[in-house]
């Protein structure tokens, strides 16, 4: 199983998304390839902001080690799930399908609700990690299932 988790700058949520189900993925014995890309291509080459690393740190994830990477259309080809934290997300990743075969692959990662970017606001990690969290048992469970 391949799951890219996708945002904006790829330094906020989808560096959590990734480490998060990485960490599940692995504790729960499935070896499954998570990674994590942005739509917009400001942080290309650096590290996750230092408040998801905090984030992710005090839930005993390390994510310190990852590296922004903007996405790109052949992610469509080596993927099977492609997770967007928001709608813009999912609007800018769907205007980048090339069929029908694309776009199946490209969901919420919350179903029908947003993670709201946290960038802004120091106290939103902790609770953009919660809701990320829940987001990616239900994943599991149902990939798993």
């Not at 490209?106 to 990320?132: A, C, S, W």
Request: charged letters at 25%; proline letters at 3%; glycine letters at 8%.
């Amino acid at each position: 199983m391949k799951i890219l988790m996708v945002c904006l700058g790829n330094i906020c949520r989808s560096p959590l998304a990734e480490g998060i189900m990485q960490h599940m993925a692995t504790q729960a014995g499935l070896n499954w390839e998570i990674d994590s890309a942005g739509t917009g291509n400001w942080h290309v080459g650096e590290g996750p902001d230092r408040r998801s690393t905090r984030a992710a740190h005090n839930h005993g994830v390390d994510i310190s080690q990852q590296i922004c990477r903007l996405f790109r259309t052949s992610d469509f080809d080596y993927f099977d799930h492609i997770f967007v934290m928001d709608k813009n997300n999912l609007s800018d990743i769907l205007n980048l399908t090339r069929n029908d075969e694309d776009a199946k692959k490209v969901k919420l990662l919350l179903g029908d609700k947003i993670v709201p970017d946290p960038y802004y606001d120091d106290t939103q990690f902790e609770p953009v990690f919660t809701l990320i969290e829940s987001g990616c048992k239900v994943i599991i469970k149902k990939l798993n299932g």
